[in-house]
T-cell receptor, first 113, second 111 residues
Framework: DAGITQSPRHKVTETGTPVTLRCHQT?????MYWYRQDPGHGLRLIHYSYGVKDTDKGEVSDGYSVSRSKTEDFLLTLESATSSQTSVYFC????????????FGPGTRLTVL | DQQVKQNSPSLSVQEGRISILNCDYT??????FLWYKKYPAEGPTFLIS?????DKNEDGRFTVFLNKSAKHLSLHIVPSQPGDSAVYFCAASAFGNQFYFGTGTSLTVIP
């Protein structure tokens, strides 16, 4: 296993509340990613980071912010959760035999009521 | 707009036969392609990849073919086994920074 954990694994929250999801890696990899998985859409990139304090937007970044103050932690924040953000969120890091291979965390199932 | 497409949401194959999963892409700048396998309630796991300088890559029962002119790649699994039943995602990247995933194909291998 690549040493990626996500917390919490499950969360139910109400519309309008802030939510922070955490991704933690023990592999010291530079690149970290946040995706969401939805039926009919596959995996879509929200934000990614290429180093401490270095982040960039993905294809579905609206309504999300990220922070990376340490190599091992990448936080995803929903400032004011909406029902459209109900999804399964996956964190990933680059690594393996090729820098292009991504290892994924176990996912966080978020429900916004 | 979906840059990576998997047009077959599901596929059923008999055990021992070949499974062929297809993927099309639109961005000619993609230079690296990957296949991932996903079981329910787990994160995707890397399966096999191919660089745009190649047209075929093999790893055991898994072979990925790339046809750049058609912007098409396929994953062949031979022989298919019941444990291969999962959702398969293809993905593509340009210069390794961002990865674009297809919508997935659910493979069922029938014993």
């Amino acid at each position: 296993d690549a040493g990626i954990t996500q917390s919490p694994r499950h969360k139910v929250t109400e519309t309008g509340t802030p939510v922070t999801l955490r991704c933690h890696q023990t592999e010291n990899h530079r690149y970290m990613y946040w995706y969401r998985q939805d039926p009919g859409h596959g995996l879509r990139l929200i934000h990614y980071s290429y180093g401490v304090k270095d982040t960039d937007k993905g294809e579905v970044s609206d309504g999300y912010s990220v922070s990376r103050s340490k190599t091992e932690d990448f936080l995803l924040t929903l400032e004011s959760a909406t029902s459209s953000q109900t999804s399964v969120y996956f964190c990933a890091i680059n690594g393996g035999r090729s820098y292009n291979e991504q290892f994924f965390g176990p996912g966080t199932r978020l429900t916004v009521l | 707009d979906q840059q990576v497409k998997q047009n077959s949401p599901s596929l059923s194959v008999q055990e021992g036969r070949i499974s062929i999963l297809n993927c099309d892409y639109t961005n000619s700048m993609f230079d690296y392609f990957l296949w991932y396998k996903k079981y329910p309630a787990e994160g995707p796991t890397f399966l096999i990849s191919i660089s745009s300088i190649k047209d075929k890559n093999e790893d055991g029962r898994f072979t990925v073919f790339l046809n750049k002119s058609a912007k098409h790649l396929s994953l062949h699994i031979v022989p298919s086994q019941p444990g291969d039943s999962a959702v398969y995602f293809c993905a593509a990247s340009a210069f390794g920074n961002q990865f674009y995933f297809g919508t997935g194909t659910s493979l069922t291998v029938i014993p």
